[in-house]
């Protein structure tokens, strides 16, 4: 692959569709600048923030929009509140859709046949096989991300978590308990 | 199309497969492969509805066997070809053909953190296109079997569920893939019980949620 890919890119670069420059900062913004860490903070500010909580589930485009993570793949942001009654999954069992900006890129895992074909039919399963147990009468919502929405999971706040900085508190929000098939981490 | 890519419901596709520290691409061609293809994007060669049909275009054998970023190369190089950036012979030879016109690169190295971050809010409201459906009301999905282009899963095909959200006015995929016009019109979040999808073994509290279109939905 690796020199079928060069091939074609050399030849763009010569025809002059593309700036090899452009591709360099292309992959170091997303191996470097984009990723959970951004949702992470979104997350953490409605834990300590309950207007912008309320904001946030009211128009998730506006609220994300304050910290500067819309952008493609991730303009159409809804997010979905988890509480002890009600457990958030996201997936895209069509292809593989993902919040971009807020998430990065997605894990090969939410990618795969595996998780998008199961991820509807079974979602208590799909749930014990990353290790989170549900009680029966917690209500289970998948989200199959069939058009242009974006899905991005608020977890609850961790126990034990008061006297948490708003920064502390974003270091317990992981990858896999925005998109569903975790909870937040503990402190 | 009712291909393998709408997987939604199968079985036996194995357990889900989690890699500790993952890195963002697990080679430096999957990275040029991401980055070819948005860089491509500001030409407006094709747009995300004809893009993801290419891959649904794949054999199907193929398309279970190959990698996400073996199915973004494949797509991209089909693409490329179809909308005549290059010519196959070009693509054989790897290089430009003689006295082939030189463009220069829309995406520049600076406009790239904009592309990727930015504040600007999508646009989902036109008074003029009216919904024909409302939030609480009971829909059924079409069952349709298009042999284009389809965001309707097949396993909602025909079922009942409840408009839970109206997302707005968007653009239909199943013409916009095929260059038949965006026809846009209202999308929802439609909620349909677990049980309504997968029978009576399936929890009596689950749901899942869809994204669909007003062709999609018919009154129920």
Request: net charge neutral.
């Given at each position: 692959m690796t020199l079928r890919v060069k091939a074609i890119e050399s030849l763009l670069v010569e025809k002059g569709y593309v700036d090899p420059a452009a591709l360099d900062a292309l992959v170091d913004t997303y191996e470097?600048?984009?990723?959970?860490r951004n949702g992470a903070q979104v997350v953490a500010r409605a834990w300590v923030d309950a207007s912008y909580k309320e904001r946030l589930l009211e128009n998730a485009p506006k609220a994300i929009a304050e910290f500067g993570y819309l952008g493609l793949q991730g303009e159409h942001m809804v997010v979905l509140e988890n509480t002890p009654k009600v457990h958030n999954l996201v997936v895209c069992t069509l292809c593989s859709c993902y919040p971009?900006?807020?998430?990065?890129l997605p894990p090969v895992w939410y990618k795969s046949s595996p998780y998008r074909s199961r991820a509807v039919i079974d979602p208590r399963g799909v749930l014990r096989e990353f290790g989170l147990e549900l009680p029966e009468d917690v209500e289970v919502r998948v989200w199959d991300s069939t058009a242009e929405l974006r899905y991005l999971v608020l977890p609850e706040r961790p126990a034990?978590?008061?006297?948490?900085?708003e920064k502390e508190l974003a270091e317990l929000v992981t990858r896999d308990s925005m998109i569903g098939v975790a909870k937040a981490g503990k402190p | 199309m009712n291909g393998v890519h709408d997987m939604g419901g199968m079985h036996g596709m194995g357990p889900i497969e989690v890699e500790q520290n993952e890195p963002v691409f697990h080679s430096r061609w999957e990275a040029r492969v991401y980055a070819l293809h948005r860089a491509m994007g500001p030409w407006r060669k094709w747009n995300i509805d004809t893009g993801r049909h290419e891959i649904e275009k794949l054999p199907p054998a193929d398309y279970l066997r190959m990698s996400y970023y073996e199915k973004w190369f494949a797509r991209f190089v089909s693409l490329i070809v179809k909308t005549g950036v290059v010519t196959q012979a070009e693509v054989d030879s790897g290089k430009p053909a003689e006295g082939s016109a030189k463009v220069t690169p829309l995406l520049t190295p600076e406009a790239v953190p904009s592309v990727a971050l930015n504040r600007n809010l999508p646009n989902t409201v036109d008074p003029s296109v009216v919904p024909q459906f409302e939030v609480g009301q009971r829909v059924r999905a079409r069952n349709i079997n298009p042999t284009g282009h389809t965001r309707l899963p097949r396993y909602a095909r025909g079922k009942v569920g409840v408009v839970d959200r109206d997302h707005g006015v968007h653009i239909f995929p199943d013409t916009s893939a095929h260059g038949l016009g965006e026809k846009r019109q209202h999308c929802y979040s439609v909620k349909f019980s677990a049980r309504e999808l997968w029978g009576d073994a399936a929890s009596p509290r689950d749901s899942v949620y869809i994204d669909l279109w007003d062709d999609y939905l018919e009154r129920a």
């Open positions: 470097n600048k984009v990723g959970p971009w900006p807020v998430l990065g034990g978590t008061e006297g948490l900085s | -």
